[in-house]
């Protein structure tokens, strides 16, 4: 069975959503680990009630970001996981691991990719005047919010929204795509050819977009 390191920084929404998915048998795999770059980040305890392995990985403790990378590394293959996760890690990884990694590395990002990449995004859509944002999951790349796409959820931006109520909304089609792509990757269904994603076997337009109509 595929075991899955998951990478948090923070609160664990994303980890929590794949934990339940796993727990309901949705997930063609397991997780392995899970590694926190900050020692408080609340989602340690997620992984604690769960029963999961878990470790810090602060960056500052490493003298540069490729000894940072190296000791990810070692954790990840030490726990003998061969797919990764980004759930709200707020680092940016390193070229060589990206590369080392490549294919096998998701991220989730809470927009439509790849328009508003970054930081701030739920700002920058409504400053826009966007009617329709998301988030996509997408193998991750050297550059920033970028790589080949493997789903995305549709979401109304309705009137009246500030940034906690869209982002509090796209939050919740985060936990429904993200547990769906991981388990297109587990069965073996996704192949990135030119660096577009093509999946094996009809996959129902309902799930890859979790809110097509407003």
């Not at 602060?58 to 954790?75: C, G, Q, T």
């Amino acid at each position: 069975m595929t075991r899955i390191a998951v990478f948090i920084s923070g609160r664990g929404s994303n980890l929590q959503a794949l934990i339940d998915a796993r727990n309901r048998g949705d997930l063609a795999g397991d997780i392995g680990v899970v590694v926190s770059s900050r020692t408080g980040a609340p989602g340690l305890e997620r992984a604690r009630r769960a029963g999961l392995d878990h470790c810090v990985v602060d960056a500052a403790d490493y003298a540069s970001r490729e000894a940072f990378d190296a000791e990810l590394d070692r954790v990840v293959n030490q726990a003998g996981c061969s797919l990764i996760c980004l759930a709200g890690f707020m680092r940016i990884l390193t070229p060589g691991f990206v590369e080392a990694w490549r294919d096998r590395i998701l991220n989730i990002h809470p927009a439509l990719l790849p328009a508003f990449p970054g930081t701030a995004c739920h700002r920058r859509v409504l400053e826009g005047g966007v009617k329709i944002t998301g988030c996509t999951v997408h193998f991750v790349r050297p550059q920033v919010d970028a790589g080949p796409i493997i789903a995305q959820a549709a979401v109304p931006v309705l009137p009246g929204d500030d940034e906690k109520s869209l982002a509090d909304r796209v939050l919740v089609a985060e936990h429904r795509i993200y547990p769906l792509a991981l388990n297109l990757v587990l069965q073996g269904r996704v192949r990135v050819i030119e660096e577009r994603v093509v999946v094996d076997a009809p996959v129902r337009a309902d799930d890859m977009l979790a809110n097509p109509v407003p």
